[in-house]
């Protein structure tokens, strides 16, 4: 099971080759994957109904309570190590 971000996402759509897109492509086909964060990718105002509404099929990770204290804690400790997207780290 995977998660992919937006800019993966956003790849994917434009019909990259990456490796990240590839992977993403392969756990699609094999119905591996979870959405986390859908607001990124659906806020896209040129984004095509018909791709909103397949991102929308794509079963979600569900959040659970103590999420956005975790994430803060997650934050703190990635910008130490000059990391960054706690939600998506938090996320996985």
């Not at 806020?43 to 791709?51: H, I, N």
């Not at 103590?66 to 803060?72: I, L, P, V």
Request: hydrophobic share 45%.
């Amino acid at each position: 099971m995977i998660a992919a971000n937006a800019s993966t996402w956003i790849a994917f759509l434009e019909g990259s080759k990456g490796k990240d897109v590839l992977l993403l492509d392969k756990a699609l086909k094999a119905r591996q994957l979870l959405m986390g964060r859908l607001t990124e990718l659906l806020s896209d105002p040129t984004l095509p109904s018909e791709v909103a509404k397949a991102l929308s099929e794509v079963p979600i990770i569900e959040i659970r309570a103590g999420y956005w204290q975790r994430a803060g804690g997650t934050e703190r400790e990635g910008i130490s190590k000059g990391a960054h997207d706690a939600l998506v780290a938090q996320t996985c």
